[in-house]
């Protein structure tokens, strides 16, 4: 399985893209003696509230409000803030693009 821009050794791993995800972030895992969580964006985007709830309690709080809020605009404002206004999304379009 090929993949990336082909920068660097990564564009052909034995396991494919999962066995690539796996060594790139064991690498933070074992090289590093602080506690860490990993959190998948997909994970996040798609079960926001089981997620945050989790975060924080693992870190050894609770969420504020009882009622979980989603913010549907984006979360990048401004006219400096990632690119052009038209290529900025909402998080229903984000779960349209990346739920394919």
């Known amino acids: ?8 050794n990564w564009k052909h791993h034995p396991q494919g893209l999962v066995g690539m995800w796996n060594d790139w972030y064991r690498e933070y895992w074992n090289e590093q003696s602080f506690p860490r969580l990993i959190v998948r964006y997909e994970d996040l ?3 926001p509230e089981v997620v945050t709830k989790s975060v924080c309690e693992c870190a050894g709080g ?8 989603y913010i549907l605009d984006s979360a990048k404002k401004g006219p400096t803030a990632h690119g052009p206004m038209e290529l900025r999304i909402g998080y229903l379009k984000a779960l349209i693009r990346y739920g394919k």
Do not use: I
């Open 1 to 8: 399985v090929q993949y990336g821009n082909g920068v660097g």
């Open 45 to 47: 985007l798609f079960h």
């Open 62 to 69: 609770t969420l504020f409000q009882e009622e979980f809020k």
